[in-house]
């Protein structure tokens, strides 16, 4: 996990109108190590939903316990996640409640499957009610309240998502995390996707920090950025309250990564 490195900060704002986002890529999922050895199998339809692979849980473990000895746990107030199995086991193997001793008294932030933050989509048909009555058994702590659990709206059945496409999704996908009163969340998802919300982003990011904070992520990597809504006066936001009232401003961050 990288930890994020306070500068000299050039701009301030209003703590009103900044949140805190922590991206995270999801483990090394079975899709990854076929498509290692041929590139031809991160289509196939049987990869389509991979689970994490022996080394991709072992890398959630990781990220899990660098969460918990950071402190980062304790600051998280939601857990957004795409809602295919790979980001599920790995939101919620990172971020979820245990039965173990270590959970003790920790208050975990809930975990939100939200349809906007699904990986790229293909030509391939997926049964959205099937798929979302089954990950409801397995994670039933996960909220499935942003999933229409019908036809899967998003499947174009004759071409595959353009970039194009992928960034007018997360342009909605990010004017719909304003609408969250959170200041502080995680997103949990595939590895193009991060690197398309971090394009539709980087306009507004220092020069110096573009080319490493829009770099490839790794299997499990965590990358914490500080966006800024401009759109809204001060008296204007009803996005989020301060944490602390005496805290008009804060400064921005940048990226060690």
Same mark, same amino acid.
């Given at each position: 996990?990288?930890?994020?490195?306070?500068?000299?900060? =050039?701009?301030?704002?209003?703590?009103?109108?900044?949140?805190?986002?922590?991206?995270?890529?999801?483990?090394?999922?079975?899709?990854?190590?076929?498509?290692?050895?041929?590139?031809?199998?991160?289509?196939?339809?049987?990869?389509?939903?991979?689970?994490?692979?022996?080394?991709?849980?072992?890398?959630?473990?990781?990220?899990?316990? +660098?969460?918990?000895?950071?402190?980062?746990?304790?600051?998280?107030?939601?857990?957004?996640?795409?809602?295919?199995?790979?980001?599920?086991?790995?939101?919620?193997?990172?971020?979820?409640?245990?039965?173990?001793?270590? +959970?003790?008294?920790?208050?975990?932030?809930?975990?939100?499957?939200?349809?906007?933050?699904?990986?790229?989509?293909?030509?391939?048909?997926?049964?959205?009610?099937?798929?979302?009555?089954?990950?409801q058994a397995l994670f039933p702590s996960i909220d499935f309240s942003m999933m229409d659990g019908e036809d899967d709206s998003l499947?174009?059945?004759?071409?595959?998502?353009?970039?194009?496409?992928?960034?007018?999704?997360?342009?909605?996908?990010?004017?719909?995390?304003?609408?969250?009163?959170? =200041?502080?969340?995680?997103?949990?998802?595939?590895?193009?996707?991060?690197?398309?919300?971090?394009?539709?982003?980087?306009?507004?990011?220092?020069?110096?920090?573009?080319?490493?904070?829009?770099?490839?992520? +790794?299997?499990?990597?965590?990358?914490?950025?500080?966006?800024? +809504?401009?759109?809204?006066?001060?008296?204007?936001? =009803?996005?989020?309250?301060?944490?602390?009232?005496?805290?008009?401003?804060?400064?921005?961050?940048?990226?060690?990564?």
């Open positions: 996990m990288q930890k994020m490195k306070t500068t000299t900060a =050039q701009f301030t704002y209003p703590w009103q109108l900044c949140k805190t986002v922590h991206l995270v890529r999801h483990g090394q999922a079975m899709h990854n190590v076929e498509g290692d050895i041929n590139r031809e199998a991160l289509l196939s339809p049987h990869l389509f939903d991979a689970q994490l692979s022996p080394l991709g849980l072992h890398q959630v473990g990781k990220l899990r316990n +660098d969460v918990h000895a950071s402190g980062l746990l304790k600051r998280i107030e939601l857990v957004v996640t795409s809602p295919l199995y790979r980001t599920m086991q790995t939101a919620f193997g990172v971020f979820g409640s245990t039965e173990s001793n270590e +959970d003790a008294g920790v208050n975990h932030p809930q975990i939100m499957a939200v349809e906007l933050c699904r990986d790229r989509m293909g030509v391939r048909p997926c049964d959205m009610r099937r798929r979302v009555s089954e990950c499947w174009n059945p004759h071409v595959r998502e353009s970039e194009e496409e992928m960034a007018a999704r997360m342009v909605l996908f990010i004017k719909w995390l304003w609408t969250r009163p959170e =200041q502080e969340i995680v997103i949990v998802s595939h590895g193009i996707i991060l690197q398309q919300i971090l394009n539709v982003l980087e306009n507004d990011c220092h020069p110096t920090a573009r080319t490493a904070l829009c770099k490839r992520f +790794d299997n499990c990597e965590l990358r914490s950025v500080v966006i800024v +809504d401009k759109s809204l006066k001060v008296a204007d936001s =009803q996005l989020c309250s301060p944490r602390n009232a005496a805290k008009e401003t804060v400064l921005r961050e940048e990226v060690s990564v």
